[in-house]
């Protein structure tokens, strides 16, 4: 069973950035497409980017370009999610989750709460 | 972008009552492509139905999915009280990959 673990939650100031972690087990990550998603309070969900995790290849929503940045570490099954020149708008829960073979979300995070506030 | 669109946005349904929500695609999407997620409040996501009719893991044989092209549906034939969530359907038929606005469905 896979499983997803997401770093705690952040409190960041205007303008800063902050990297997101996402560190997996209960699969084969280097075979794996991550993709990184944004839900605001009451809201519906937002999809930011994905990376596979093999070869580091990515693709970003082009609301998110230049925003946010994908990475992963394969030692460690970790992804990672930067992301910069934070404003008040990028408050929100942030989930990363594993794409399963018909491009569903099959294993989820728990959330990151990012809060921007100065 | 292909636009999902979910009706009702709100819900409510007594314990047993069969209960039906739709998801309208701005264009066709193909049904391998397009799948559901429930979400409780303070949870994450769960994948619920995959590629319009197909049951993810654990999830109760009393809900189905069906349709093509632009319309789709999820279906509860007896609701019960932990199906009480915010039910989303989603495409990943055309980058990028979008959510419908959601439907929350309560208990009467």
């Known amino acids: 069973q896979g499983q997803m673990q997401q770093s705690g939650a952040e409190l960041v100031k205007p303008g800063a950035s902050v990297k997101l972690s996402c560190k997996t087990s209960?699969?084969?990550?280097?075979?794996?497409?991550i993709s990184w998603l944004k839900q605001k309070p009451g809201q519906s969900l937002e999809w930011i980017a994905w990376i596979y995790a093999g070869t580091g290849g990515t693709s970003y929503n082009q609301k998110f370009t230049g925003k946010a940045q994908l990475t992963v570490d394969t030692s460690s099954s970790t992804a990672y999610m930067q992301f910069s020149s934070l404003t008040t708008e990028d408050s929100a829960i942030y989930y990363c989750?594993?794409?399963?073979?018909?491009?569903?979300?099959?294993?989820w995070g728990q959330g990151t709460t990012l809060t921007v506030s100065s | 972008q292909i636009v999902l669109t979910q009706s009702p946005a709100i819900m409510s349904a007594s314990l047993g009552e069969r209960v039906t929500m739709t998801c309208t695609a701005s264009s066709s999407v193909s049904s391998s492509y397009l799948h559901w997620y429930q979400q409780k409040p303070g949870s994450s996501p769960k994948l619920w139905i995959y590629s319009t009719s197909n049951l993810a893991s654990g999830v109760p044989a009393r809900f189905s999915g069906s349709g093509s092209g632009t319309s789709y549906s999820l279906t509860i034939s007896s609701m019960e009280a932990e199906d009480a969530a915010t039910y989303y359907c989603h495409q990943y038929h055309r980058s990028p990959p979008t959510f419908g606005g959601g439907t929350k469905l309560e208990i009467k």
């Open positions: 209960g699969f084969t990550f280097s075979s794996s497409y």
């Open positions: 989750a594993r794409h399963s073979y018909y491009r569903d979300f099959d294993y």
